[in-house]
């Protein structure tokens, strides 16, 4: 679903280090856009919504 570059991008925004050589899943990496527009991810939070995508 995503570009390699963009996966990429993510993920080194996210952790502070160089990405793995295979990406990660689809879900970890909605959890990962979402913290980027501000999701929180707590348990009481439920799933991210299309704003914070």
């Not at 280090?17 to 527009?37: E, K, V």
């Amino acid at each position: 679903v995503l570009d390699s570059a963009e996966w990429r991008a993510v993920y080194i925004a996210i952790h502070r280090h160089p990405p793995p050589a295979l990406p990660p899943s689809l879900p970890a990496m909605l959890g990962w856009i979402a913290r980027l527009g501000g999701h929180l991810g707590r348990k009481c939070d439920g799933p991210p919504a299309p704003q914070a995508l």
